[in-house]
């Protein structure tokens, strides 16, 4: 693999790239497979070859979204695994050959935030969904009658090869094979699993709840297994997720079409003797961020939010509880987790078997059936569906 693309950047670097990627044209309508070009990293980017990307939510919600930050055609993807082929200037902590995961949170290491261990929102570079590379604020890719394709979340997987800001990227050791479930680190296992870890901090021996058991869900039980928690409650209204779940280190099931006489949080209540110590909310609806922080013991309790709501969706919360019940509710985005030095720890911990990563890679497809990967996380079939690049040229 290294000898391949240590031929193809002697050929490449500085050059476009005449490759394949799965475009998104119209909202909702299937992907279309097809030729584009990929032009030469600028300053501070890199070009990658995707070996395996994957499916996630945010991507369908994108794909369906009519209206800005909807824009087509956009080459979605954000969750993978690729090789570096050639990099653009002042680039120095990755060189051609070096196997990376992108992210869609940046981590320059220079301003405040990135300095700082409290936040892992970059302030130089802040997230957003733009459909432009980050520092120029124009695209890298266009077709073959030279209209431009739009990128999405800064990584834009679904390509054989994409264009990266450096500070998007993190560079795996050498010595780690290029697994198929490595590239879930660059979002969904990392959030749920980081939100556990370095959000709420999990205790040895405390009480979790989680609200929807998905992938993200399933990524808090396990990150809040290998932090210790005892107790970890499941709160999904699919039967199904329970034992799903059992695998993850979810001990206990709630499905609320069964309380019938009680509500969720005092069926929850009454489990935990006066509620969890960390409640996490993985949906996206604001009445169950307002459920979650019910749930949580007072004194100590922390609710956090993982969930993507809608825009303008808003919360109300009883003033009385917020200062007399003395709980924390806060945000986690991308499991409060610094890209580039918590993504290694959480890959030792996988090749070392600790942290459970090929557990959520449920289905596999080749690069040609994406749109069957849609079709299987639409109809709930699926944890994630890996895509195999299959990039030979």
Known sequence: MAAMDETLSSGHRGKPIRCR?????????PLVIEEIIVAPPMPHEVRVRIVYTSLCHSDITFWK????PGVFPRILGHEAIGVVESVGEHVTEVAQGDTVIPTLISDCGECVDCRSAKSNLCSKLPFQISPFMPRHETSRFTDLNGEVIHHFVSVSSFSEYTVVDVAHLTK?????????AAGLLGCGVSTGVGAAWRTANVEPGSTVAI???GSIGLAVAEGARLCGATRIIGVDVNQDKFEIGKKFGVTDFINPADCVNKSVTEVL?????????????CVGIASLVQQAYACCRKGWGKAIVLGVDQPGSQLTLPSYDVLHKGKTLMGSFFGGLKPKSDIPVLLNRYINKELQLDEFVTHEVVFEDINKAFDLL??????RCVICMNTVS
């Open 21 to 29: 990627a799965a475009v998104s044209r119209k909202p909702g309508e």
């Open 65 to 68: 979204m009519k209206d800005f």
């Open 172 to 180: 795996i050791d050498s010595s780690v094979p290029i697994t198929k």
């Open 211 to 213: 609200f929807g058991l």
């Open 269 to 281: 209540i009454e489990m935990t003797e006066g509620g969890a110590d960390y409640c996490f909310e």
């Open 378 to 383: 639409i109809e709930g079939k699926c944890l």
